[in-house]
């Protein structure tokens, strides 16, 4: 057994090799398979089973707004990808072709959609006429395409899951409200379900999506001190609506054009949950997502009354948390490690002795504390603390970011600080875009987003000197 | 108003045109909108909320049978899928090829899927070593791509959503258990919940998934007498995974080859639903996949007390069913109209003489029955009216497949009825494919599948009067 062991432990260390690190994770874990197709990946059971938790849980949000799913097709014609100019722009060089349907040539070369804000327009152009029809509130689940050049699990892949938000309205201002309500509910599902911490703001006009007026994003930061852009919210004013021609009378009969959203999240949370919470040991999932957040290992299940036992638990526990028994031939030792890599965020051990005391052993996954709890009190236990692991890993996270992000109010610090401390720089900046390109220059960050809940550092650019209009976060990004 | 009620009940008569009283429900109904690219649909919310019951009824069939699901890419390299020989045969001729990543030719070319077995023999390959590792039972939702020529909403378009079941097991006599079981939870889920009645049967060699050695089917009886395949289950036998060099070693240490299956349902189930409840003044959905299961409809609602008893109704009402409230400016018959047409169960009636009665009233979709109901009893009286619109739906569409059934024991007899009496026609064959052949030349009918349950009406084959080996359903299909 002590060679399972090893090897269901066999991961690189964190602050060895952090890369290494996350990948081992990702195969360990089960989480994927690479396929023969570079860049596309295996999705398993369990890495879809988190999936599904956040989908479920991300669903619900959407409806409890008003949103309603749609699913639009898969393909774009060329023209009509290229109708609003600078959205082609932007994705025009890393979409995938398909030029041939069956044995024949197609007409018109289709790409395979990077995104569907085109789709969307098409669509709208033929069901909107009135005001009575706007807006319209829409969300599709599906998976898009990008060919991006190096590819990472979850991070940066070929193909990816995701969901995008596309909304319409009558008015700029309603539009406006839509992209940042949308924003908040990314902020509240991270930190309430993935106790993950973000900061929100607005990109820069650079980073910015091809095609919007506005980006907002959510930005979190990895435990490399790596930001990871979490969830962007678009708002395209009536470019969009212009470029498609999508019209509407209003309540005195006359044409206006609509303002339009869009907004996503991607499989890349899977990616932002690991390297949030992971450890040496492996995976640690937060309880809200966790597609097991109890097993319960009985010790010594040869003795009579412990297989009964552990079953009796596990039907009570039904009731209030997602719980699986492993009764398999393996050591507890082995069990242990295996459902530490997987991130469970509890064990319940149930012995003979245990049951004889009238007690079971809870461990939590995040911080190893040990509980004993009387097994008359399982049912109000577990869920306190599940809830504390959830509280622990928010908690942990935040202090972590605290500890981060650093202030910078001049460049040589500014630079000192990207050279040596991974992490967020905060600093202000003047708006220009030459100061950006400067800072990417010579301190390897870009601009994560400009935080909505602005602060005054300094009355001057970190970069030029001359007056700030913003206060920044900067950073090394994934 | 008049002018409003014309437009909502404006479709073509089901006994004029079939196939154009078809098209004018899916569009009236608000269940798609076409899109530029031809045989790629929008599926709009309506229809959408459709799908999304079907997939979590489905889903949890699924769930409680000890299936996982999983994602697997959208694309597979050409290399791949021409492992399997009589695969890649069927498939070949429709598949979409994606030529250029980027603006870069790629060095492979890859189809977009239309089916995903050699993707999971690629994996399978990878995690298959030992028979601890089997069965694997997996499943994914996803969308598949087949480049029709002629193309119909839900029926047969280039882009559809499905459900594959894929699953790999140490014994073919495991596998074909598995192949009939999916077939059962398919019939089941077709009478529990789409309230239709199935044959269940094999495909003849002829109609057999490319690369399966025995495919099973759900056979419908559309309104109009044309049969649809409604789900297929296949059994694989260790073609594949000897094709894809899968091998795992038993408890006696030594190599065997694994035995597959395949199965799969689609959105054509939704085509299915109404072609076999729809009627002419539009859409009937069977209340377990209703998005709304019923709708109240408040009469004279600036009557004072008519808005506020609706909306206590609806909160009393969302305890049992999907409930939703018509407050719109539309007059109650538009509003009768408008949910007839989306084929909403149930109606409910709210105005000030009802309330002085506390009572209201309750329309049938399925026959327009009328119903008064004390609003004392209504969280009673509402399910139970649901399941008598169920069970009203299912025994329709099965007296009316009963009627529409016809035994054929000589050529002339069943030339006869393929060409006057639309349905299905059962009779003998001698499992020969020219006779086969020969009834789809002279009746224009195909083999539907030679049912589970089988019968005998005569010795000898309907067509060559040989020795009879097997009863087959036939008829015209989608």
Redesign the interface.
Known sequence: MAKNEKMVKDITAMDEDFAKWYTDVVIKAELI?????RG??????YG??I??NIQSLMDGMFKATGH??????????ES?LQKEKDHVEGFG???????????EELEEK?C?RPTSET?FC??YK??IHSYRDLPKL?NQW??V?R?EKTTRPFLRS??F?WQEGHTIHATAEEAEQETVRMLNVYAEFCEKYLAMPVVKGVKTEKERFAGAKDTYTIEALMHDGKALQSGTSHYFGDGFAKAFGIEFTNKENKAETPHQTSWGTTTRLIGAIIMTHGDDNGLVLPPAIAPTQLVIVPIASHKPGVKEKAAEIEARLKEVCRVKTDNSEQSPGWKFAEYEMKGVPLRLEIGPKDIENNQCVVVRRDNREKYFISLDEIETKIPELLKAVHDGLYEKALARREEMTYNATTLEEFCNIADNKPGFIKAMWCEDRACEDKLKEVAGVTSRCMPLVQESLSDKCVCCGKPAKKLVYWGKAY
Request: charged content about 15%; proline content about 8%; aromatic content about 16%.
């Open positions: 398979d690479y396929s023969s197709v596309c990946m295996v999705i398993r059971p879809y089973a999936w599904e309603e799913n749609v699913y639009m097709p898969m393909f774009i014609p009509l060089p890393e979409v995938t072709w398909v030029t041939h349907g069956g044995s289709l395979v789709l098409e669509h033929n069901i829409y599906c998976s395409v060919w070929r193909e899951l």
